[in-house]
């Protein structure tokens, strides 16, 4: 096990090294350049399956590249019940309905909606990478005016766990960082930089400037699992840190408060 961690975290590493390196890595490792049809509506109804067993919280581990903010207000979608996307041609029938199922959970615990891309310039692309590793990742956390693609990224074994890494990349296209960045978050865990190589210690960095909304959520999608890398300052008995399985309760409030209150 502590092998196959060791392994998984190897291939993340040579994954954000990479990416330092070559600048425009999802372009690079795209398995297509040929987007495919919008996911029907069977494909967001359907319910994936995944093999619990082969459940590991370092998996959640992931390579993102955007700044240390939490929540970023200011980095909303204009027209949340029209969020424009275009798919990788390549996902599998089975891929495609982990991706159909976390759009619908959005759809169904809020006002957003991803709708296929109708000549905007600014949407959300959702690549899928030719990389035999754990890559999955958002370039960039919400929307920035102008700026084309804003791409979402995926290898195929992105899908091989649990429902929750597309929600969890989708969340950050909408705005949303890490739930263990937030500024409040020194209450909440103590963070062992020992125990974290230097290139992933910005994934647990306070920034300062960024928002928290509500309050700190252990169990939110967007919440790292602690492995040796973090411990909890309260008593988080019966909850999941980490958790691979969807939105939580208050990560639907938070889109709902950006995103569908006035
Ligand atoms: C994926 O990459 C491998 C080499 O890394 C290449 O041989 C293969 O053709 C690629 N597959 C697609 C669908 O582009
Ligand atoms: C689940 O495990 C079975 C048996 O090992 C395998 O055939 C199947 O492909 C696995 N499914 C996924 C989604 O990994
Ligand atoms: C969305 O809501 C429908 C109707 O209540 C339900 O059958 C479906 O499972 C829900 N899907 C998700 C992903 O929440």
């Not at 096990?1 to 890595?25: D, F, V, Y």
């Not at 929750?164 to 020194?186: I, K, S, Y």
């Not at 306070?206 to 700190?216: D, V, W």
């Amino acid at each position: 096990m502590a092998t196959k961690m060791n392994m998984i975290l190897s291939i993340i590493w040579t994954c954000c090294w990479i990416q330092i390196i070559s600048g425009n890595p999802a372009e690079i490792m795209r398995q297509s350049n040929k987007f495919g049809p919008p996911l029907s509506a069977d494909e967001l109804n359907c319910i994936p399956t995944f093999n619990k067993s082969e459940s590991n919280p370092a998996l959640n581990h992931r390579c993102i590249q955007h700044d240390n903010k939490n929540a970023y207000p200011a980095l909303k979608w204009p027209k949340p019940f029209q969020v424009p996307y275009d798919i990788d041609s390549t996902f599998t029938a089975r891929e495609r309905c982990v991706i159909g199922h976390a759009m619908k959970k959005y759809h169904n615990h809020t006002c957003i909606r991803f709708v296929p891309r109708n000549g905007e310039s600014d949407f959300i692309q959702i690549n899928k990478l030719n990389i035999t590793g754990w890559d999955c990742n958002s370039l960039g956390s919400g929307y920035i005016d102008g700026s084309g693609a804003h791409t979402v990224n995926f290898s195929p074994q992105c899908f091989e766990i649990e429902p929750a890494t597309a929600m969890h990349e989708l969340m950050h296209r909408l705005g949303f960082d890490h739930e263990q960045e937030r500024p409040d978050r020194d209450n909440y865990i103590t963070v062992i930089y020992e125990n974290i190589p230097a290139d992933w210690r910005p994934q647990y960095e306070i920034a300062a400037g960024s928002t928290a909304l509500l309050q700190y959520d252990y169990s939110s999608v967007m919440h790292y699992p602690l492995v040796d890398r973090m411990k909890t300052k309260k008593n988080t008995r019966g909850v999941e840190v980490g958790q691979h399985r969807g939105l939580s309760k208050l990560d639907i409030m938070k889109l709902n408060l950006m995103y569908c209150k006035i």
